[in-house]
């Protein structure tokens, strides 16, 4: 008992340490940490898992990695009941752009320079940062941008067009195997699926890399022996 309390209180003690120390390193995607920032974070996970290693003997290091999850998992679901904790956990969204202008001061204390702040705006499709309306720093490290509204897009209700429904697509079939849930779902049979293959030449499903049913109601074929898309 005396080996069980002692595993709970050293993974529980490097589990704190690590959200702490985490925070400290700032809103960062994995994607976007430097070389130093990756080799820290290498570091302390592999210091954290020697510390208990080293302290706990025997099959009793084998609850750290349940008791982890445990944590993990309890940690989650206080976060979606407690918005302070959430905050405290996650962090706040961070303004770095407002009304055009660039908050150095906002940007500095949260340790995100403008090499960064030009790189995701590059990643959205902002090359000219005069463009920007607003720009936020989630807590996860993604830049969410509200572009000015001379540079947004015009949209078929801005100039008054009417537009059909647009929906989601429906597999049909995946590698060849025909999802026949989804069929009976849009009322429809093999009969059906059998004659729109043949329209388009295939006479083998197994050749079939994937077909969709489109929101239109014509069928959407991708064929593995050529490699060629086939529409419908």
């Not at 070389?35 to 020697?50: D, P, Q």
């Not at 647009?166 to 009322?187: A, F, P, Q, W, Y």
């Not at 093999?190 to 030449?201: I, K, V």
């Not at 197994?206 to 077909?211: G, R």
Request: glycine share 6%; with cysteine.
């Amino acid at each position: 008992m005396h080996d069980a309390v002692n595993v709970f209180w050293k993974t529980i003690t490097i589990f704190v340490v690590l959200v702490i120390l985490a925070r400290v390193l700032g809103k960062k995607l994995l994607s976007q940490m430097t070389f130093s920032e990756f080799v820290i974070g290498i570091t302390m996970g592999t210091i954290a898992g020697a510390f208990v290693v080293e302290q706990v003997k025997g099959p009793w290091v084998l609850l750290s990695p349940a008791i982890l999850t445990i944590v993990t998992l309890g940690l989650t679901y206080l976060n979606l009941k407690c918005i302070t904790l959430r905050k405290l956990v996650e962090g706040d969204p961070v303004t770095v752009i407002e009304n055009g202008k660039i908050l150095e001061n906002k940007m500095q204390k949260t340790r995100y320079n403008l090499s960064q702040l030009e790189m995701q705006l590059r990643e959205k499709g902002i090359f000219d940062i005069s463009e920007v309306e607003f720009a936020v720093l989630e807590p996860h490290g993604q830049l969410s941008v509200l572009k000015k509204s001379q540079n947004l897009p015009v949209t078929m209700k801005d100039i008054g067009k009417p537009t059909p429904y647009k929906g989601l697509s429906t597999d049909i079939i995946m590698d060849g195997d025909v999802i026949e849930k989804n069929l009976k779902r849009h009322k429809l049979d093999f009969a059906w699926l059998y004659r729109e293959l043949y329209y388009r030449g295939i006479n083998d499903i197994k050749k079939v890399t994937l077909a969709t049913l489109q929101p239109d109601g014509t069928l959407y074929t991708d064929v593995t022996e050529d490699n060629q898309e086939k529409r419908g």
